[in-house]
Structure formats: C-alpha cells, structure tokens
T-cell receptor, first 109, second 115 residues
Framework: GEDVEQSLFLSVREGDSSVINCTYT??????LYWYKQEPGAGLQLLTY?????DMKQDQRLTVLLNKKDKHLSLRIADTQTGDSAIYFC?????????FGTGTRLTVIP | NAGVMQNPRHLVRRRGQEARLRCSPM?????VYWYRQLPEEGLKFMVY????????ESGMPKERFSAEFPKEGPSILRIQQVVRGDSAAYFC?????????????FGEGSWLTVV
C-alpha cells in the first residue's frame, strides 16, 4: 500500500527558510499536496503540485518534486511565528488521499 | 458558498454510548469522504460515499463503525459502543464528482472524546 513519510519535528528561527521533506511510494500519484493544521483546527490546503511538474512557487511557498526519488519538499521563505503548525504531505490514491504523519514546525522568535 | 460543514465540532461520549457525526458537503458536491486522525498522527482514510452508495469502505473498522449518505440530508458517521481508542478527530471531505484528487475540500473536523 501507499506509504508517506515525513520527519516529525523541525525548528527554525523567525526570518529563516524552512524546508519540510516528504517521501512517498506510489509513483502513479496524480497530485501531491501540502496541508497545514494549527492546533485544534482543520486542514488548510496550502498548495498542490501535479505529478508532471518539478516545481511550483506560490508567494513564500516553493514546492519541489523529484519523481525519480519520490521526494517532495515544501520550502517556506521568511518563516514567521504564524507558520508554526503541523504540515502534512499527501498523495492521491485510488479513491482517496494518503497522508504522512505530519511535521511539527516550531518557529523561534 | 458554504464549505464542508461538520457537526458537532466537539462531542464527549461515555464508553458504550453511540456517537453520530454529521457532514454536509459543499453545495453541488455529491461525493463524501471520512478520515480519522488519532492523536499525534496523520489522517487515515475511512470511507468514500456517493449518495445512497458506499464506494470504498476499505478503511473502516469492521465492527461498530458505519457510514451513510442518504438521498436527502447530511452524511452520517456512526460509532456504536464507543471505546477510549475511538477518541480522535474525524474529518469529512467532499468533491463534486468522482474522485480526481484535485477537487477535494475538507471540513473543520469533529473532535470525539470518549471518557
């Protein structure tokens, strides 16, 4: 079955860049996603990338996709304290999304 | 255009009671998905429904859990005889048509606490 892996924790200083990494197993995934979840809240879709793309940029967010290595990353430029949250990557399955366990990003003022 | 609406947002049940979680999809959406998020974990797929039809329930526990999406009204996730391990956040998502991956929208979640 599909398996999506992420490191559990990341700490960065305010103003630095954050890079959150994800590896996935299903090479047939059509889309790959990044979601943000703040404590006690739902999922906020940050961005997604179509599997035939290598990179997507949206303001402070840059997504890089390496299909050969099945590696996805999310870079947040100029990280702010409001970026502190759990970030989930997800890949498309046959009828649903498969989520990673999430990376807890802590931004140190 | 209202998003995916879930209620209740928070629910407390004693062990052995029943929990019913409701999900109203976005307007125009006819497909509903339920996910469970256990504490400190990612979301796990439970079930995918179309109106009056279960399309994929491969993620549903075999016992005590059921889901429906009637012709009229919200989708319901029902958990009978709840146990402490059912404490989790339950998220509903909807899409306008058959699964395609890029048109799925999540609700804010329902947090179930079993005491």
């Amino acid at each position: 079955g599909e398996d999506v892996e992420q490191s559990l924790f990341l700490s960065v200083r305010e103003g630095d860049s954050s890079v959150i990494n994800c590896t996935y197993t299903d090479s047939s995934s059509t889309y790959l996603y990044w979601y943000k979840q703040e404590p006690g809240a739902g999922l906020q879709l940050l961005t997604y990338i179509f599997s035939n793309m290598d990179m997507k940029q949206d303001q402070r967010l840059t997504v890089l996709l390496n299909k050969k290595d099945k590696h996805l990353s999310l870079r947040i430029a100029d990280t702010q304290t409001g970026d502190s949250a759990i970030y989930f990557c997800a890949e498309t399955g046959a009828n649903n999304l498969f989520f990673g366990t999430g990376t807890r990003l802590t931004v140190i003022p | 255009n209202a998003g995916v609406m879930q209620n209740p947002r928070h629910l407390v049940r004693r062990r052995g009671q029943e929990a019913r979680l409701r999900c109203s999809p976005m307007k125009g959406h006819s497909h509903v998905y339920w996910y469970r998020q256990l504490p400190e974990e990612g979301l796990k797929f439970m079930v995918y429904l179309q109106k009056e039809n279960i399309i994929d329930e491969s993620g549903m526990p075999k016992e005590r859990f059921s889901a429906e999406f009637p012709k009229e009204g919200p989708s319901i996730l029902r958990i009978q005889q709840v146990v402490r391990g059912d404490s989790a956040a339950y998220f509903c998502a909807s899409s306008p048509s058959e699964w395609s991956g890029n048109t799925i929208y999540f609700g804010e979640g329902s947090w179930l606490t079993v005491v």
